[in-house]
Every structure is written in structure tokens, then in C-alpha cells.
């Protein structure tokens, strides 16, 4: 018996290497014992070095693809049966179309368990934000997965969670976000994230309000959210007493009924004056930021101390747009005067651009926040907010007509791109508009007061004057000057 040992436990690559050299020497499969990681080492290394990774045939394309998912599967079983439908498929590659096969079946049903497992991580991971003293938040998870999906779903997070710090920890493995890029660690347990939340008790009360008994459903209710899970989800103690009111709430909710419009037809009303207003013609910055200056187009107006406006001249050639005011910029009413705003002007005269000669500004005019004791806490505003203020920047730019556009961050590039953006993917190049301006896309400047190494700092740093670098000479080759 040949012992195969291996070192990850759901790397479909390393896997497959160990396969292509057991198939060169002509292992057959009852002869292999595969090993997950911890166990003794292989006896039967030298020898697979020794044919390296030479071609040994080709199987049907949905063999890797079904490979690719059931190599996540927590039975002990599956790189053995990997391995031997493998090598059925060497000798008879229309056996991927036989359905009923045992070997081809099991695999299938543990493909579906690993999609159906990554689909519920996606469902019930609950964030938990910690804060330091410095005010900086970060978003911690405790997951326990059936099987080893982490890796394949935490791309997912990084995408719809794109502009916070995260972290998600499973008993097998750790994935953290930093912001630019994802990266893997040990597994953990439970303690390792708090358990207490400033915001645990809001999510809660949404869970309770969107509660509608009249639509109740326990088995299915059971089958999309599992028992096994509640005892990860804050809201899930709530659910038990929910089901044993359901009547009463349902008879309550009748008699509650009344014949007035929906409340989305009273928010429209109340904002049709303000929204006409806006419409009329603004022929210069100074009518604009009076506009501004009373905007109720969003709800951010009710907490914020002011619309802060943009700042510059009105014939500037490049326009930086930040994501929205911090907590120093909501008191004096200017754009970039904080601690990012420090860092934001020490970059540009590092780089040969004068912000006297730029126009600075942010794609949401009010400051979103949470309150935390005596500090306001950055929130980043959502798609509705950012689309109610694209009103005011499409304004901005219309007026200033600048040639290069700096979007200073994922809200500012997602405002003025219209979708979601990935900064490291995004940035390097210009992207030409439809009207002929250049669009820059690159890091706000708070993201490096984020970061908490000075090695990664000093990296950052340079990548983002180097974009600087891009923009002064854009600025040059649109002006004729430096």
C-alpha cells in the first residue's frame, strides 16, 4: 500500500500533482492510502517526484469541475474516490454521462452539499465590529462551515464587503480582508471573536420588525435558515417567541389596518418640494452650492451638521472625488481638512500637483455616521445615498468640465462609474469617459491611515503617489504645462 500524504486539506491542485504522478508509475487505486494533513508522511514520495508532472491522458472537462468542488467536501473519502473515477475515466471517458455510476453519483451529491454549504456561509456569517481607540473599526465572524468551503467563499465577502476590514474565522482555517487584498491564516474557535456589538441589538430589532406572521412558514423557514445555525445568529433567540405570537401579531396587524398610502408614497410627497427645487438651473458653482447647501434628497441631511460642498476652481482641469465628509470636514463645511485630508495634501505636493489649481469634493455631500458614546463613527454610505447624490456631482462635473477625474476610493469610483469597483483592480490607467475625460481610480487616503504595519503602510504610500505621479502627468499632456 502506498501512502500519500498531503498537506492542505481542500487544495484541488496539490491534489491533482499527487494524482498525475501515481498515474505515470500506474498506481492503481485500491493501492493508494490517502492522507489529510497531520498524519504520517508518504511512502511513496520519492517515487512520484521522480515522474513529476508529465501528461497522463485527458478526462472530460466536467470531471475537473466537479473535482474542483467535491475536493471541499469533509469526507475523509474524497481524494480516494477522486482518484479512483479518475482513473476510470482514463480507460472510458464517456462515464462522466452515466448518471447512475455510484462513484460519479456520490461525487455529484458531494458537490451540491459544498455549493449548498458555501450558499448558507454567504447567508449567515454576522459580522461583529470592534473598534479601537484610535477609532478605527474593524468586523470580525465566527463561522463553523460542514465543510472546507472558507477559500472559495471568501471572495465573495471580499467583493460585497469591499471597503471594510474583515476577518472570518472557521475552526479549520481564517480569512482576512484588509481592504486591497485576502489573505489566509490557522483556524481559531468561537472566543476569538467578541461576542459583544454596539450594533447586535439594531439588528434585532430589523429581524423583529420585518417579521410578518401572516406569511409564516415553519418548515420552510427551517429549511433555508437550519436549526444548526441559530446558535451563531443574534437574531435567532428571537425566532421561538416570534413563532408563539405569530397569531396574535397577525390579528394585531389586521386590526391595525387602515386605508392611508403606503409610507413610501408620503416620503415621495414630502421630498417632491425640495426634489423640484433642485431641478431648477444652477448657472455656476456659488447657485450650486446653495442648492446643496439645503439638500434633502437622501435621510444623511437629518443627522449631519451641513452639506459640505466642493472646493476650487471653477475652470480646474482635474477633479478629485473622495467617497463623503469625515467628522472634522461635517464641522467646518470644507472637503479634506482631516487627518485623510493631511495625508491627502502631503501626497500631492509629493508629487508636483498644486491643490490650489484642483477641484476637490465627494460623491455624498453629508456625513453618515454612528454614534458610539461621545465619538461619530465612519459609516460608508450604501447605493441609494450615493445615487441620490450623484444629482450634485454630475452637477460639478457639468459646471467645471474638468479633463481628469480622480476617484478617490470604491464609493467615489462607484458613483461615478456606475457599479461596484475593485481599487486593485481599477487602478494603473486612465479610463476615457464617454465625454473624453480621463478617470483615475485609486485609494482614499484614509485607507492608509488603516493600515497597521509600517512595511505595508510605506507600500501603499508609494503605490498611491505613484498614481499621483499618473495624474500630474495627465494634467501636462492635457495643458501643455507641468
Known amino acids: 500500500m502506498q501512502v500519500v500524504q498531503l498537506q492542505a486539506l481542500n487544495d484541488f491542485g496539490e ?8 498515474l505515470a508509475a500506474g498506481v492503481a487505486p485500491e493501492a493508494v492510502s490517502w492522507r489529510e494533513p497531520g498524519g504520517v508522511a ?27 468542488q467535491a475536493i471541499l467536501h469533509a469526507d475523509p473519502e474524497r481524494f480516494a474516490l477522486l482518484y479512483r473515477l479518475l482513473w476510470r475515466l482514463l480507460a472510458d471517458r464517456g462515464l462522466i454521462e452515466t448518471a447512475s455510476d455510484p462513484d460519479l453519483l456520490r461525487l455529484t451529491r458531494m458537490a451540491s452539499a459544498v455549493r449548498r454549504d458555501s450558499h448558507k456561509m454567504k ?39 469591499d471597503g471594510m476590514i474583515w476577518a472570518i474565522v472557521t475552526p479549520y482555517r481564517s480569512a482576512y480582508w484588509d481592504g486591497e487584498s485576502l489573505a489566509f491564516g490557522p483556524g481559531g474557535q468561537k472566543s476569538d ?57 397577525e390579528a394585531a396587524m389586521i386590526e391595525r389596518a387602515t386605508t392611508q398610502p403606503p409610507s413610501r408614497h408620503l416620503r415621495h410627497r414630502e421630498r417632491a418640494a425640495p426634489a423640484a427645487a433642485d431641478e431648477r438651473a444652477m448657472a455656476s ?48 463645511g470644507k472637503p479634506f481638512i482631516g487627518p485623510a485630508g493631511q495625508v ?49 456631482l454630475e452637477h460639478e462635473i457639468g459646471l467645471i468640465k474638468p479633463k481628469v477625474i480622480v476617484a ?43 493600515i497597521p504595519d509600517a512595511a505595508g503602510k510605506a507600500r501603499e504610500q508609494a503605490k498611491f503617489e505613484a498614481d499621483l505621479m499618473q495624474v500630474r502627468a495627465a494634467m501636462a499632456g492635457g495643458s501643455g504645462g507641468g
Open 15 to 22: 491534489w491533482r500533482d499527487k494524482a498525475r504522478a501515481l
Open 42 to 68: 508518504g511512502l511513496f514520495e520519492d517515487a512520484m517526484q521522480a515522474h513529476g508532472n508529465r501528461p497522463v491522458g485527458a478526462v472530460p472537462p466536467a470531471f475537473i469541475e466537479l473535482a474542483r
Open 123 to 161: 447567508a449567515f456569517v454576522r459580522f461583529k465590529a470592534i473598534v479601537d481607540d484610535s477609532g478605527l473599526e474593524r468586523f470580525a465572524a465566527w463561522f463553523e462551515p460542514e465543510h472546507y468551503t472558507l477559500e472559495a467563499t471568501a471572495p465573495f465577502f471580499a467583493r460585497r464587503f
Open 193 to 249: 471573536v467578541p461576542q459583544d456589538d454596539a450594533v447586535e441589538g439594531d439588528w434585532k430589532t430589523y429581524f423583529g420588525s420585518i417579521f410578518n406572521p401572516a406569511r409564516l412558514k415553519v418548515a420552510m423557514m427551517k429549511s433555508e435558515m437550519p436549526v444548526k445555525y441559530w446558535r451563531n445568529l443574534p437574531e435567532a433567540e428571537l425566532i421561538a417567541p416570534l413563532i408563539r405570537g405569530a397569531r396574535e401579531m
Open 285 to 332: 458653482l456659488a447657485d450650486l452650492r446653495v442648492a446643496v447647501e439645503g439638500c434633502q434628497r437622501c435621510p444623511l441631511y437629518e443627522q449631519a451638521t451641513q452639506a459640505v460642498f466642493g472646493e476650487g476652481p471653477e475652470t480646474a482641469e482635474v477633479m478629485f472625488v473622495g467617497e463623503q465628509p469625515g467628522d472634522q470636514e461635517d464641522l467646518a
Open 344 to 392: 491627502f495634501d502631503a501626497a500631492l505636493a509629493k508629487s508636483g500637483i498644486d491643490r490650489g489649481r484642483v477641484y476637490v469634493t465627494n460623491a455624498v455631500k453629508h456625513f453618515k455616521f454612528e454614534p458610539r458614546g461621545k465619538r461619530r463613527i465612519h459609516q460608508r454610505p450604501d447605493g441609494g445615498e450615493i445615487q441620490a447624490c450623484k444629482f450634485w
Open 408 to 450: 478617490l476610493g470604491a464609493t467615489a469610483a462607484q458613483s461615478l462609474l456606475g457599479r461596484a469597483v475593485t481599487i486593485g483592480k481599477a487602478r494603473g490607467a486612465p479610463i476615457p469617459l464617454d465625454d473624453g475625460t480621463l478617470l483615475f481610480v485609486t485609494n482614499h487616503p484614509s485607507y492608509l491611515l488603516r
